[in-house]
């Protein structure tokens, strides 16, 4: 899969939320929505 680069619209994807609870991309069609990662979290070094 390519990198996301700002400003381009992110793939559908699925997560879950801090309750546990699956949620994904497009629950949140149409709406504002950030997203922030830690891309090296969980990770050596």
Do not use: C, H, I
């Not at 546990?20 to 149409?30: E, I, M, Y």
Request: proline share 11%.
């Amino acid at each position: 899969m390519p990198l996301v680069t700002e400003g381009s619209a992110a793939p559908d994807f699925s997560a879950l939320n801090q309750d546990g609870t699956p949620v994904s991309l497009a629950d949140f069609r149409g709406k504002w929505l950030v997203l922030w990662w830690y891309p090296k979290a969980d990770t050596p070094g």
